[in-house]
């Protein structure tokens, strides 16, 4: 079973500052892709950006970047120049890879992140 | 292009009723998969449905089964409520094509937010 771990409860940052969330997770699969997905108070779930796990290269989306350590189960949400649109809980998931379709999503606690104007 | 469509948006219901929540998916989807999402908590999977089939199912109580149809849209149905199965439940949609454009993205809707008195 896959287990995902968010540490930080709450995070607050002044607007235009950078902030970085943290997500552990634990797995015995080797193929598998990890997410960020924003939800904001109206409680839709966006995705913020993907990662594969074969993949090296850390995912970036305009403000948004990973830092990916695979060695060490990591997975790690900076947004840059944060703006006030920002304001959400941020949730951690991991799916196993499959030829077929989607597996589950295992979310993560959730951070709930404040910008402050 | 509508998203995903979940109804109703709120219900109050009371212990040992039975409820029926709805989800239409994003258009050209044929998988949708339901999440339960307790107050300050990530969502739980509860299951997966594709072709009309139950696919996957996570840890939930048989009190909660579901139905597919023809159009791909979906039903969740609780019985017995409890007071714990006070939550938002989430819908969310993807292509079983594992090359589908949109790769294994699952798109959420708004959800619906269940009170169990």
């Known amino acids: 079973a896959q287990t995902v771990t968010q540490s930080q409860p709450e995070m607050s940052v002044q607007e235009a500052e950078t902030v970085t969330l943290s997500c552990t997770y634990d797995t015995s699969e080797s193929n598998y892709y990890l997410f960020w997905y924003k939800q904001p108070p109206s409680r839709q779930m966006i995705l913020v950006i993907r990662q594969e796990a074969y993949k090296q290269q850390n995912a970036t989306e305009n403000r948004f970047s990973v830092n990916f350590q695979k060695a060490a189960k990591s997975f790690s949400l900076k947004i840059s120049d944060s703006q006030l649109g920002d304001t959400a809980m941020y949730f951690c998931?991991?799916?196993?890879?499959?030829?077929?379709?989607?597996?589950?999503?295992?979310f993560g606690t959730g951070t709930r992140l404040t910008i402050i104007p | 292009d509508a998203g995903v469509t979940q109804s109703p948006t709120h219900l109050i219901k009371t212990r040992g009723q039975q409820v029926t929540l709805r989800c239409s998916p994003k258009?050209?989807?044929?998988?949708v998969s339901w999440y339960q999402q307790a107050l300050g908590q990530g969502p739980q999977f509860i299951f997966q449905?594709?072709?009309?089939?139950?696919?996957q199912r996570g840890n939930f109580p048989d009190r909660f089964s579901g139905h597919q149809f023809p159009n791909y849209s979906s039903e969740l149905n609780v019985n017995a409520l409890l007071l714990g199965d006070s939550a938002l439940y989430l819908c969310?949609?993807?292509?079983?094509?594992?090359?589908?454009?949109?790769?294994?993205?699952?798109?959420f809707g708004p959800g619906t937010r269940l009170t169990v008195l």
């Open positions: 998931a991991f799916e196993r890879g499959s030829n077929f379709g989607n597996e589950k999503l295992t």
């Open positions: 449905y594709y072709e009309e089939e139950e696919r």
């Open positions: 258009s050209g989807h044929d998988t």
């Open positions: 969310a949609s993807s292509s079983g094509l594992a090359l589908a454009p949109e790769g294994n993205e699952q798109f």
